[in-house]
């Protein structure tokens, strides 16, 4: 394959790997031919992947080809999908490729073409032995080398946009793409046969069967293709007639192919009954070689460097190692790179320039003008005598190279003095040029700069002795120079350790989805090496809040391992060919083996005991004990649809089985284990669902009209007008129970379509709370004492309260979720993602925290300064919560307004005092509100009412927003509207001393309104305009210039009252108190930003936000600090639609939040109070940390994966 330079955007390195250039670039990736540490000669392919998804998919299929056996193809040799720019490395085979052979040479026929076409099925054989698909099989993908034909690029997903015909990206080369994948299915092993049937007609005739030409005509092609085989002898005739089957199924298994074309052979190589048909084809093949008339292939880099050199002279062979070892440098970590030297470090003329003449016109070396390079990086790897060269000199080539820069920018600035080396680098400098060289000859500039520098330091060396005078001058200095010296290798350390710090930061925030624990303890690592860097602090608070605590993926993965999740999801079965490995999730540990399983089989399912693994394939199901690894009973049910909407699964008690169909759609239905027989109602019908007692059953999937409720006891149908449409329901499933059923199913709306959850009471079908939420996902189950329904789709987890209607959960995974279970040891959710193996470990245990108020809808709550007490009001009342002594504090204080009309609550600045602003109550007409609002002082230590007083001048209108002043003696009141057409009334301040009021005329207050800390300036409100008033004549302060985007913030002012922070539209900004200007760079724009509130100390924000999340910004970087609680969830309000049966969209409730006395908690309350206190400490958050990433890590693997820091100081025993 020819080779094309490497381009500006090209790597030189990937790994281990030096490249050499480009073998081919196309919209899938690039392709270069590389050399391994060894100078071993390989293909490097970088796929160009669009999602997380693409490289999940690809990290599955490397890892899957990595074991195909070498029959036929191209070995893989590593592949890494874990580093920024994936990558995988695959033999070289040298030679043409067989659509160049054939266009060059013409076709093949008789005995050579029945070889080849038994190389290329012997290939394919070996790849789908492990479960993966070529997908793109083509004349350009079997290279002819020296011991037959090779398949390469297998195992690696290609993208391709097809026509609007299909029903998304396919993956291949529409002329020899199957016709059921345009038809949106899935490839399967067949495509593959198919185009081995294209591959061989191609041989045979020297054309495309199907030409490339616009996708739509290849489409109508490839749908009408009859092929005529006439042309072909026996049995190659039969065999590709089948392999072009227009439907997959009539086409024959690679492997049936290659046993087919074994028997057809009449000379060697033909197949005994009981030999290895890989092995057979592979031999019966490596006699298929390029023809003697192709041309040669490419020598490696490494054979045509050491030609030249061979015939190089005796003195161009003496330069030659300084010239090629200055052309390679060395990056700040080490690491060797090409370097282009300048043509003033090499001579003009002589050895060195004929040298560089040679090697120009081979292609190895490249004259830029102004320096000369290597034209291939790889060669530093590839030619055996320059990695001879570098291994003498590899230690002294980052001293030559400062020698060099230094001399070279000494002696363009005048050779001044101080541009010279001294000291301890020009110590090593000389020890290098007199001791340690061994193939690099200094230049004549670099001599005359260590020359001038050794001249110097000599100089210095005799002055000191006329400075004896001076001695205690001089000691004092020394002393000194001595501290210094000591200050600045503290400095360089704080350095090394913060950039290291970063480094560990950006590493772990990469794998907190695929490797959890791994960044849990890169976080605690990262804060040891510099605890006060702001990277490091969020980075330990991300790790305490992350949502994922552990990952764990089977390292045996293939496309078709079939997968089966315990109860708790502690157990992971993985089938495949055959075998079945059973693997211990949370310890990533094997715990047995055993082999007998069909080797087709396509689902599984572990008995709720783990005893019994279900295992269904093409005949049907079977029963294994998992102890014995032996199968408990014969075959029943039916055989394994292609394609299954749900899973084979077990029932709460083991005692049935939920079978996928093979009615098309693999819809899963209800068998008795002990008896193996179907579990039907009257009808005939069988079931889709049963209850766990086995009393109920549903049927949805067979039939028309309304989905099916049946007593299964009594053989009658349960009156259900409430179930939807069977056409529109897609999940269903009893509750634990059995009293309660969910099911999910599709409604339209004004606004488009989605899933809604009908959640209903058993058998009668009353709503439960909950019912009509939406959107959600199609499949759906109950978990936590059917407290909790859990709904999936395609990558995303919605989990619903059954209590109260909320969305506790709503978060993207990533991933396809395949099964879903809840360990409540761990209160932990484990989802499988089928399209990796990998299990992934949830923390749900905030789920579980009590509210103070259970069960109340119009809750409220707000925590006091400092985060002391919490006020919750609801049913009518507030309440007052001592949040350290964790009681309530006095009774209830009961509400003139009554339920139904939420309160306003205002602590005072100490957060001794509590008011609460309440509307009148109801007139007769239940209606309109009669009298005048009310506000009630409590005194917080004993919850006693102090005072409560009328609003006048407002009758009918409610309070909207109060604050009290700094001392706290004077509270300002904001009232409402009394009705739609009326102002509202203007802003009240009452003297809680006197009793009086003053009015502010021509003020509106609004929420939020404060205080600033000196008392000298009221912020009144934010809503309509931003109004600031003096508190001390009432008289409204002209708004700033450029201070209008405040009027849609919440905002907060510093300790000191010298800063306001202000959340707005996504950001955070901070103002001067008088909010004037802003101070400072902004912060980074996030989703949303409120409640901004300041810790004790000034030097850290907390805000609430977008999903419950509650995130620390620092004050003086602008930088965000990470998260200290992820809520979890990440939708506003709104509606589907305005249907009577559109889902309503989930309200997010509102939180507040309050810095602990001492700066080192952060308490967060919910409208309900459900009270949290989350630690800021470093040495605590760590230690939560480690425990939650199960201690310390392994020693092996840390070093290997953070060699920064030693494992035994991440995470102390």
């Not at 070892?325 to 700040?332: D, F, S, T």
């Not at 103070?852 to 002391?868: E, F, N, T, V």
């Not at 600090?1121 to 989930?1146: I, K, N, Q």
């Amino acid at each position: 394959m020819p080779l094309t330079p490497l381009t500006p955007s090209d790597p030189q390195r990937l790994g281990g790997y030096w490249l050499a250039g480009r073998l081919g670039a196309g919209g899938q990736g690039v392709v270069y031919e590389a050399y391994g540490e060894g100078g071993e000669r390989v293909a490097v392919k970088v796929p160009r992947l669009d999602d997380p998804a693409s490289r999940a998919r690809l990290a599955k299929e490397a890892a899957a080809a990595r074991r195909v056996a070498s029959f036929c193809t191209a070995r893989v040799i590593e592949a890494r999908t874990d580093v920024p720019e994936a990558f995988i490395v695959s033999e070289y085979v040298p030679g043409p490729n067989l659509r160049q052979v054939i266009e060059e040479s013409g076709r093949y026929e008789g005995d050579l073409l029945l070889r080849l076409a038994i190389g290329v099925a012997t290939a394919l054989a070996a790849v789908h032995e492990v479960g993966i698909v070529h997908r793109d099989l083509k004349p350009g993908n079997i290279i002819l080398g020296p011991d037959g034909p090779r398949v390469i690029d297998f195992g690696v997903a290609r993208r391709l946009e097809v026509p609007a015909t299909t029903t998304g990206p396919m993956m291949g080369t529409p002329n020899y793409m199957a016709p059921e994948l345009f038809a949106g299915r899935p490839a399967s092993p067949a495509a593959d046969v198919w185009a081995w049937g294209l591959t061989v007609m191609f041989a045979a005739t020297g054309h495309d069967l199907i030409p490339d030409r616009e996708p739509l005509a290849v489409v109508t092609r490839v749908l009408a293709l009859r092929p005529d085989v006439g042309g072909l002898a026996e049995p190659l005739a039969g065999l590709v007639a089948r392999a072009l089957a227009q439907d997959p199924a009539d086409r024959p298994s690679a492997r049936d192919l290659l046993l087919g074309l074994l028997g057809g052979l009449k000379g060697p190589g033909r197949d005994p009954a009981d030999g290895d048909p890989l092995a057979y084809g592979g031999s019966a093949a490596a006699g298929v070689r390029p023809p003697e008339a192709a041309p040669a292939p490419e020598p490696d880099l490494g054979t045509i460097a050491e030609e030249l050199y061979r015939e190089l002279s005796e003195s161009e062979r003496a330069v030659a190692p300084e010239v090629f070892l200055r052309m390679i440098g060395v990056a700040e970590d080490g690491a060797e790179t090409v370097r282009h030297v300048p043509r003033e470090e090499l001579p003009g003329e002589g050895p060195v320039a004929s040298l560089l003449t040679v090697y120009g016109a081979a292609g190895l070396v490249v004259d830029t003008g102004t320096a000369f390079t290597l034209a291939h990086p790889a060669l530093v790897q590839a030619w055996p005598r320059l990695r001879e060269w570098m291994g003498e000199d590899r230690a002294g080539l980052a001293v030559n190279r400062r020698l060099t820069e230094a001399a070279r920018v000494w002696d363009r600035d005048g050779r001044r003095p101080g541009d010279l080396l001294h000291g301890s680098g020009l110590d090593r400098a000389l020890r290098w040029a007199a001791a340690e060289r061994r193939n690099i000859v200094l230049l004549p500039l670099e001599r005359d700069f260590l020359d001038a520098a050794t001249t110097l330091a000599r100089r210095t060396s005799r002055r000191r002795g006329l400075l004896a005078a001076a001695l205690g001058v001089l000691l004092v200095l020394a002393v000194a120079g001595g501290g210094l010296a000591v200050q600045q290798s503290r400095a360089v350390a704080r350095e090394r350790d913060a950039a290291a710090a970063r480094a560990l930061t950006l590493r772990a925030a990469d794998l907190r989805r695929s490797d959890p624990r791994l960044a849990m303890r890169m976080s605690v690592a990262a804060w040891r090496l510099a605890p006060s860097l702001p990277q490091s602090r969020g980075a330990l608070y991300d790790s305490l809040s992350q949502f994922a605590t552990d990952s764990f993926t089977d390292p045996d993965v293939t496309a078709s391992t079939a997968y089966a999740l315990g109860v708790s999801g502690r157990t992971l079965a993985a089938v495949h060919s055959g075998e079945v490995t059973i693997w211990d999730v949370r310890g990533h540990r094997q715990i047995r083996r055993f082999r007998g399983v069909a080797p087709e089989a396509t689902n599984a399912a572990l008995s709720p005991d783990g005893r019994i693994l279900a295992v269904q394939d093409r005949q049907g199901v079977r029963l294994w004990d998992v102890t014995t690894g032996s199968p408990a009973g014969g075959v029943f049910g039916p055989g394994a649809p292609p394609t299954a909407y749900e899973q084979l699964r077990f029932d709460a008690g083991g005692r049935r089985l939920a079978v996928p169909a093979a009615d098309g759609l693999g819809r899963g239905r209800w068998w008795d284990v002990a008896t193996r027989r179907k579990i039907t109602v009257r009808s005939g019908a069988q079931v889709d669902a049963v209850s766990p007692d086995g009393s109920l059953g549903v049927v949805h999937s067979t039939g028309s009209g309304r989905a099916e409720l049946w007593d299964l006891r009594s053989g009658r149908r349960v009156p259900a007008d409430w179930m939807p449409q069977k056409r529109a329901v897609g999940s269903v499933r009893f509750s634990e129970d059995g009293r309660a059923l969910a099911v999910t199913h599709e409604v339209s709306g004004s606004e488009g379509a989605g899933v809604s959850l009908a959640l209903k009471r058993m058998p009668s079908g009353t709503p439960l709370t909950g019912d009509g939420t939406g959107p959600v996902g199609e499949s759906v189950t109950f978990f936590h004492h059917d407290r909790f329904v859990a709904a999936t789709t395609a990558s995303g987890l919605r989990v619903l309260s059954v209590e109260d209607g909320r969305m506790a959960i709503e978060r993207d995974l990533g991933g396809a979720i395949k099964k879903l279970r809840y360990d409540e040891a761990d209160r932990s959710l484990r989802v499988l993602l089928s399209e990796t193996g990998t299990v992934t470990t949830l923390d749900v245990a905030d789920l579980f925290d009590r509210p103070l108020l259970p069960g109340i809808p119009d809750a409220q709550s707000l925590l006091a300064p400092g985060g002391r007490v919490l006020a919750l009001y609801g049913a009518g009342a507030v309440r007052l919560w001592d949040v350290r002594r964790r009681r309530w504090i006095a009774g209830p204080v009961t509400l003139e307004s009554g339920a139904g009309e939420k309160p306003v609550l205002a602590f005072s600045t100490d957060g001794g005092r509590l008011a609460i602003g309440e509307a009148p109550p109801l007139g007769r007409s239940g209606i309109e509100r009669v009298g005048l609002p009310r506000v009630t002082i409590v005194e917080v230590s004993g919850g006693n009412v102090t005072s409560a007083f009328e609003v006048s001048g407002a009758d009918g209108a409610a309070v909207r927003a109060m604050a009290f002043s700094p001392d706290g003696a004077v509270l300002a009141v904001a009232l409402d509207a009394a009705g739609p057409f009326t102002p509202p009334p203007p802003l009240t301040l009452r003297d809680l001393r006197t009793g009086t009021f003053r009015v502010a005329r021509g003020v509106v207050g609004s929420a939020p309104m404060t205080y600033r800390p000196d008392g000298g300036l009221l912020v009144a409100g934010v809503d309509r305009e931003f109004t600031l008033v003096d508190p001390r004549t009432l008289v409204p302060v002209r708004r700033p210039g450029g201070s209008g985007s405040i009027a849609t913030g919440e905002y907060s002012f510093s300790p000191d009252g010298r800063q306001v922070a202000v959340g707005n539209l996504g950001r955070l900004s901070i103002w001067d108190a008088g909010f004037r200007r802003t101070l400072g760079r902004p912060f980074p724009k996030l989703d949303s930003v409120i409640s901004p509130i300041w810790s004790p100390d000034g030097r850290t924000i907390a805000s609430y936000g977008d999903g419950n999340g509650i995130r620390l910004w620092d004050t003086r970087t602008r930088q965000p600090l990470g998260l200290v609680f992820d809520g979890r969830t990440s939708l506003g309000a709104g509606s589907m639609g305005d249907e009577p049966d559109a889902p309503t969209l989930f309200v997010v409730p509102e939180m507040t939040i309050a810095f602990g006395a001492d700066g080192r908690t952060l308490l967060s309350a919910t409208p309900e109070g459900v009270l949290r206190t989350h630690d800021l400490d470093g040495d605590r958050v760590a230690a939560r940390i480690c425990a939650r990433a199960q201690g310390r890590p392994d020693p092996e693997a840390w070093r290997r994966d953070v060699p920064e820091i030693d494992y035994a100081d991440v995470c102390p025993a």
